[in-house]
């Protein structure tokens, strides 16, 4: 079993910066892939990030590349999302999830673990 508990969300102004973690409980966190999903008001949920367990290999939603990186420390069992340049679309509670993959994981599906989310809000 591993349990995620995202942090870091919150209230911005557009054009600036958050960086959310996701904290992973359990000794094999450096077996799983990672990702991020945000899911906004009357939308469905959608990928953002996803990233190998060694951290060797990420890819991103077109709409955030660029501005958005991915990364993981094993050591700390945490991955994080450090997201720059925020726009009002930006706008969605925010997810990690887990994979039990020691590559990328492109299917949502095959994502095991999720964690409860974290809100973050850009104003105008």
């Known amino acids: 079993q591993v349990q995620l508990v995202e942090s870091g969300g919150g209230l911005v102004q557009a054009g600036g910066s958050l960086r959310l973690s996701c904290a992973a409980s359990?000794?094999?966190?450096?077996?799983?892939?990672m990702a991020w999903f945000r899911q906004a008001p009357g939308k469905e949920r959608a990928f953002v990030a996803r990233?190998?367990?060694?951290?060797?290999?990420?890819s991103y939603a077109d709409s955030v590349k660029g501005r958005v990186t991915i990364s993981r420390d094993n050591a700390k069992n945490t991955v994080y999302l450090k997201m720059n340049s925020l726009k009002p679309e930006d706008t969605a509670v925010y997810y990690c999830?887990?994979?039990?993959?020691?590559?990328?994981?492109?299917?949502?599906?095959?994502?095991?673990?999720w964690g409860q989310g974290t809100q973050v809000t850009v104003s105008s």
């Open positions: 359990g000794r094999t966190f450096s077996s799983y892939a």
């Open positions: 999830a887990a994979a039990r993959s020691r590559y990328i994981v492109v299917s949502e599906v095959q994502y095991d673990y």
């Open positions: 990233i190998s367990a060694s951290g060797g290999s990420t």
